[in-house]
């Protein structure tokens, strides 16, 4: 093969993380760089380009690149756009694919990063052999990549699959980043963890671990380390934000009967304190016809490595 290698990109809100991958799925080197350091679109393409080209000539792949594949949010496979991501710092829409592919000279295609980490799981991952699951990012957000029947949906126009926005608290819901009301991401990303957290110290009286810390800047990884010492406030904000995932599995399932929901992202590391409550809450509210059926379980990629994986094999087909 004369360019045996593909570089898989995965832009997230913090951080963009890049590597060159080989056919077997091997990350040959990676490395990162902030997202939001530049206030501008070309100059954010300029430092991967200078930092891309520079881990490619170190490793020996320069003119062996077949394909570049990006998995950023809200970008649209079909398009090559981002189209109103609210996680980037950019003014949208942003013609990603002809942006990047204009500079490095190579191929480019596209995908929404919980698409990109779904074809990570499919192809190296907990979805192996799988041909009918959903893959749901806990994150900055709540991402999602549906897989029916060995296909990521793209729907007619490439947006398909936000189930992070479907609502889930219709009255005097959240306002989420997306400008609607109750949104699943409003209460059940990393950040709405944290919301629940500043609410729940507002509006109750007992001690907390939590109550050491600035209200504002507690984080769900301040949540999850006061649980683990047995903070009963940090448990129960654990129990609401798993038990409204678990009804929101139980809705999921009722439309695609996937084989397994697996959990990727930082706040899917917090153990049973996560698991217990979303496998009870959907165990409630499952139909009946579906109970038992579908498996929760956990990425089995490095966090790292899913995304960028999954948008490296975007690099194999383009064109």
């Not at 936000?162 to 950040?191: D, F």
């Given at each position: 093969?004369?360019?045996?290698?593909?570089?898989?990109?995965d832009i997230g809100g913090t951080n963009t993380v890049?590597?060159?991958?080989?056919?077997?799925?091997?990350?040959?080197?990676?490395?990162?760089?902030?997202?939001?350091?530049?206030?501008?679109?070309?100059?954010?393409?300029?430092?991967?380009?200078?930092?891309?080209?520079?881990?490619?000539?170190?490793?020996?792949?320069?003119?062996?690149?077949?394909?570049?594949?990006?998995?950023?949010?809200?970008?649209?496979?079909?398009?090559?756009?981002?189209?109103?991501?609210?996680?980037?710092?950019?003014?949208?829409?942003?013609?990603?694919?002809?942006?990047?592919?204009?500079?490095?000279?190579?191929?480019?295609?596209?995908?929404?990063?919980?698409?990109?980490?779904?074809?990570?799981?499919?192809?190296?991952?907990?979805?192996?052999?799988?041909?009918?699951?959903?893959?749901?990012?806990?994150?900055?957000?709540?991402?999602?990549g549906i897989v029916i029947n060995g296909q990521l949906?793209?729907?007619?126009?490439?947006?398909?699959?936000?189930?992070?926005?479907?609502?889930?608290?219709?009255?005097?819901?959240?306002?989420?980043?997306?400008?609607?009301?109750?949104?699943?991401?409003?209460?059940?990303?990393?950040?709405?963890?944290?919301?629940?957290?500043?609410?729940?110290?507002?509006?109750?009286?007992?001690?907390?671990?939590?109550?050491?810390?600035?209200?504002?800047?507690?984080?769900?990884?301040?949540?999850?380390?006061?649980?683990?010492?047995?903070?009963?406030?940090?448990?129960?904000?654990?129990?609401?934000?798993?038990?409204?995932?678990?009804?929101?599995?139980?809705?999921?399932?009722?439309?695609?009967?996937?084989?397994?929901?697996?959990?990727?992202?930082?706040?899917?590391?917090?153990?049973?304190?996560?698991?217990?409550?979303?496998?009870?809450?959907?165990?409630?509210?499952?139909?009946?016809?579906?109970?038992?059926?579908?498996?929760?379980?956990?990425?089995?990629?490095?966090?790292?490595?899913?995304?960028?994986?999954?948008?490296?094999?975007?690099?194999?087909?383009?064109?």
């Amino acid at each position: 093969m004369s360019k045996p290698y593909v570089v898989g990109i995965d832009i997230g809100g913090t951080n963009t993380v890049f590597g060159i991958v080989d056919a077997r799925g091997n990350v040959l080197a990676s490395n990162s760089i902030k997202t939001a350091k530049h206030a501008k679109i070309e100059d954010y393409v300029e430092e991967l380009y200078q930092e891309l080209t520079r881990l490619i000539d170190a490793n020996n792949a320069t003119d062996k690149i077949l394909g570049i594949g990006i998995g950023a949010p809200n970008a649209n496979y079909f398009s090559g756009m981002i189209e109103g991501s609210v996680n980037l710092p950019w003014p949208t829409p942003i013609p990603l694919a002809d942006l990047v592919s204009e500079k490095f000279g190579i191929p480019v295609t596209i995908t929404n990063d919980a698409n990109a980490a779904a074809i990570g799981e499919m192809t190296y991952g907990a979805a192996r052999g799988l041909k009918d699951f959903i893959m749901i990012t806990l994150g900055t957000g709540v991402g999602s990549g549906i897989v029916i029947n060995g296909q990521l949906v793209y729907g007619h126009d490439g947006n398909a699959g936000e189930l992070g926005h479907v609502v889930i608290k219709r009255n005097n819901g959240r306002l989420c980043g997306c400008g609607r009301t109750g949104c699943l991401e409003a209460y059940c990303s990393a950040t709405g963890v944290a919301r629940t957290a500043r609410e729940f110290l507002e509006a109750r009286t007992e001690p907390s671990l939590l109550r050491n810390l600035p209200i504002e800047d507690i984080t769900s990884k301040d949540v999850y380390d006061a649980a683990v010492a047995g903070d009963k406030l940090a448990k129960d904000i654990f129990e609401f934000t798993g038990t409204l995932l678990g009804e929101a599995f139980a809705d999921f399932i009722t439309f695609s009967s996937p084989e397994a929901i697996i959990l990727f992202g930082g706040l899917a590391k917090s153990g049973d304190l996560l698991m217990n409550p979303i496998k009870n809450s959907l165990d409630k509210n499952i139909l009946k016809v579906f109970k038992g059926k579908t498996k929760i379980l956990l990425s089995e990629l490095k966090e790292s490595d899913a995304a960028v994986l999954g948008a490296s094999s975007l690099g194999w087909e383009a064109k």
